[in-house]
Every structure is written in C-alpha cells, then in structure tokens.
C-alpha cells in the first residue's frame, strides 16, 4: 500500500454519495436496515436519500443442499431489506410454511437438520436454475434483487465456490478431529462445541465478483458492520485482492464492535475467535483487524459504551475509536450506530 493511502481522508469537507458496506448475515442486514434509515432521514452526517450503498455479502456460508443452491447472507439481506424476512428469526422469509421439509423428511432424505422453508426454496430454484444456465451468482443475485428492490447493490464477494468449514473435537477419528460445513456446526451443533479451527475451501483461488474492487476503491466511506470477525467479514476479506483494495482507498475505513461487554450479541464469534486466538473482546477484535497506519484495514473503530475502557488501548494501537451505543434495539437506535461511525471517520485525518 503506497505510504499516502495508509491514513484515509476526511469526510467532513464533502457529502457521502458511495458508502461500500462489508457484511454478514443477520447483523449485517439490521445494521444496514438502520443505515438507510439514517440516510433516508438525514440523521447520517453528509448522507442523503441519494446516497448510492452497496453491500459485499459473505458467501462463504453458502451450500449445496437437495440439489439447491443456499446463498444464507445473501439471501438475508436481501429479505431484510426487501421486507420479506421472518424478524422473530431473523433468516427466512415470513409468513413461511414447512410442507415440502415435512415431506422430505417423511422420505428420510438427510440432513433433516436443515429445513428450506417453501417460499424459501423458490429462491434458491431460481438461483439454482440460473447458475445451471451458466449465468455467475453476481449477476444471479441482481437477478433476484429485481423483485426486492433492497435499495442497495448487493454483491456477492465472489462469484466462485469458498465455503467455510470448522474442525471440532472427535476422539472416534484418527486425527482426534473432523471437519464439518460450516452450516453443519451452527444449524445442527448450535456451535455447542469448540472450534479447534476454521478451513476456508477454495478461498486461495477465488477471485472478488464484478464490481467488488471498484466499490471499495469509488467509496466516500467503507464500513465494516458488527458482523462476524472471523466467518463473516474475514472471509469477504480473504478473498485474495480484498483486503489489499480496503488497505488501498483513499476511503475511511470504520468498523463497529460485534462483541459487547466481553460476549457477541448473536452467534458464534466467540467460538470461532477462540479458535483463531483472539481474545473475546472489542478491543482484541479491533486489533485483529488493525490500523491501517499499521499494516491492518481499519481507521475507526467502535466499541460500546460498557468498553470504554477499551478506547485508550486502541488508540495506543493506531485507530480512532469512540464508545457509543451498539445495541440495535430498534431503526433509530441502529441509525444512530451508522451516525456515530460517520462521525468517527470524519474524525480521521490524512
């Protein structure tokens, strides 16, 4: 990264018309919710209703099942967004019914641990039928965004095959171990289990989606929501010429802490960032992402207000960061995130 782009500019002297979100699945998509809402009613600083946001979704997550292909976060954005995701879950459509996992079953066709809802499945047929025309998931997923109008430019990271895999504990194997699908370990398991490591299949040889580069290198501001550290952003960003292109915009680049109080909020960051040895906190998490001044993709940093404590040592670290509220309790509280991350990016100087 040449030495001038290592601090980014600052963002006060202009408005924000390209914001390049990282993201995940269910934090991902309600930080995103509250975004819009911010900028739909101005309470993001420099934002406006015109404000052009696209979003590079995990598709790590993603799996062959019953002959479909299951794009989880991407699908999860895009039903939140387009209204049509179930909110007491948080994943799958609403208003959903079981029929054909019910029959399925009734078959004692496997895995029975994963059930595609029926509105669900006619999703991942279209998806699947277009990826068996030869068409890339990037233009699949703007495909399926047509009926859901997310009012962003959702963009897989890749349009080639990287799935996550966890290596648990199995005194039955050889090895001690096995390695199960990433779905496997938090839809069956529940990620009850330690995660002795996290394997990353075809991510070396992957290549980012059209578009992904540009959006991060054309972008007023980059965030990285409070989506998983390691399954989630640190997959979008293991995709080779990720990471260097966040590293390269002349962009701030802003992230905001999933992990609150010493714990994550929802899934199984703690599990996986145990695996990789990073302690279960917002400062750690911070310093696993890194300062740019330092070699790593981040300016900003936030952390809730129950780890202000924790804003001095990243500050000795490189980044700016600031303790504000990070529950998403409701649109206004999580437009109010995406106000305090603007906020701190217009903080960063050059």
């Not at 990433?182 to 289990?193: K, L, P, S, T």
């Amino acid at each position: 990264m040449p030495p001038d782009s290592a601090a980014a500019a600052p963002l006060s002297a202009r408005p924000l018309r390209r914001i390049t979100v990282l993201s995940g699945g269910v934090g991902g998509a309600r930080f995103l919710q509250g975004l819009l809402h911010g900028l739909a009613n101005g309470s993001v600083p420099g934002g406006t209703p015109e404000t052009e946001v696209t979003v590079i979704a995990n598709t790590a997550d993603d799996w062959w099942i019953h002959g479909l292909k299951v794009c989880p976060d991407l699908d999860t954005v895009m039903y939140t967004l387009g209204d049509g995701i179930d909110h007491d879950r948080g994943w799958g459509r609403r208003d959903e019914t079981w029929s054909a996992k019910t029959e399925l079953e009734a078959y004692g066709v496997e895995p029975t641990w994963f059930g595609l809802g029926d509105r669900d499945i006619a999703t991942h047929l279209v998806r699947t039928q277009m990826l068996e025309a030869g068409y890339p998931l990037s233009a699949v997923t703007e495909a399926l965004c047509r009926r859901w109008q997310p009012g962003v430019r959702l963009l897989p990271m890749s349009d080639d095959r990287v799935e996550t895999h966890i290596a648990v504990a199995d005194p039955e194997s050889p090895s001690g171990r096995r390695v199960v699908h990433f779905q496997e370990y938090w839809v069956r398991m529940h990620a009850a289990v330690p995660a002795e490591a996290v394997l990353v299949v075809g991510q070396e040889e992957a290549t980012p989606a059209p578009g992904v580069l540009e959006a991060i290198a054309e972008a007023d501001l980059v965030l990285l929501p409070p989506s998983n550290p390691v399954v989630s952003v640190g997959t979008i960003l293991g995709v080779p010429g990720v990471r260097d292109a966040v590293r390269a915009t002349a962009a701030p680049v802003v992230g905001l802490s999933p992990i609150v109080g010493g714990d994550h909020v929802r899934g199984m960051a703690a599990q996986v960032l145990a695996s990789i040895g990073v302690e279960v906190s917002a400062s750690a998490v911070g310093a696993h992402f890194g300062a740019r001044s330092a070699g790593g993709v981040l300016d900003g940093w936030l952390v809730d207000e129950r780890d202000a404590d924790q804003v001095a040592p990243l500050e000795r670290a490189g980044l700016r960061a600031r303790a504000v509220p990070l529950m998403m309790t409701d649109l206004d509280a999580t437009a109010a995130m995406a106000a305090a991350a603007v906020a701190l990016a217009g903080s960063v100087t050059a």
